[in-house]
């Protein structure tokens, strides 16, 4: 790898060829089926709930109560019934972003395209579900109080300001989770090359590096947290509109 943006290529892992078309199989499908595969799985596990929790059932009735929690904060006890949709959203980020910390695993939320058609989706739905809620009324969030002369402008502003989050959104998920992984690339790359000069730089560079990849886990779940929080937040400036 002669490069630390190397690692957020998408490579062809399978490619059928002809004269016309190109159809190829990229190493950034192989982490979307395994979510896929691991939703499928916990929508069909049939699990015999007890009232002594075991740990598996611990974990998922903590982020059960960590969601709920999240959404009566952020948006309040009506927004119960998109509970699946933000439990669903979470732990997509959660475990994709946990997918690139496996070693050879590739960081699929730091590829923008895939995060921004994401967040462009959401934010797309977000609008409509305000227009279906409040009508041609909700409009008028893009409608200031200000003197009629300086209207036409900050209708524009707002306009552009809606539509920036969008983008917002996906540039901070993605730009965190690449500094990080780019961070651990050159640090082990230093710390390989000074291995060569003194041995005992390898023994200090790997507990340098497992804090770092602790960091990184924690980075994990707060980009998660942060993005699934900000689509809380839009949702309910959606259904609860300022102006």
């Not at 939320?109 to 009508?135: E, K």
């Not at 497992?210 to 259904?239: H, K, P, R, W």
Request: with cysteine.
């Amino acid at each position: 790898m002669f490069s630390p943006l190397e690692q957020f290529d998408a490579i062809p892992v399978l490619s059928w060829m002809s004269a016309r078309h190109d159809f190829s199989l990229f190493n950034v499908l192989v982490p979307l089926l395994i979510l896929i595969f691991f939703f499928y799985i916990v929508a069909s596990f049939k699990y015999e709930f007890t009232i002594v929790p075991k740990p598996v059932q611990s974990v998922f009735e903590s982020i059960i109560e960590f969601i709920f929690n999240l959404i009566k904060q952020q948006i309040g006890t009506d927004g119960y019934i998109l509970f699946p949709f933000i439990f669903t959203l979470f732990n997509f980020i959660l475990f994709s972003n946990l997918l690139s910390l496996i070693p050879f695993g590739i960081a699929l939320t730091s590829h923008l395209i895939i995060i921004l058609w994401l967040s462009l989706s959401l934010s797309l739905g977000i609008f409509i579900m305000g227009l279906r809620i409040h009508n041609l009324k909700f409009l008028k969030i893009f409608i200031p109080e200000c003197p009629l002369i300086l209207l036409p402008m900050l209708i524009g502003i707002e306009i552009f300001s809606y539509i920036i989050k969008s983008f917002s959104l996906a540039i901070r998920l993605s730009a965190n989770i690449m500094a990080g992984h780019t961070l651990v690339h050159i640090i082990s790359a230093f710390i390989l090359q000074m291995a060569f000069i003194e041995f005992w730089w390898l023994i200090l560079g790997f507990v340098f590096i497992s804090a770092v990849l602790l960091l990184e886990l924690g980075v994990a779940f707060l980009q998660a947290y942060v993005f699934t929080v900000l689509v809380c937040i839009y949702i309910n400036d959606s259904m609860n509109p300022q102006h």
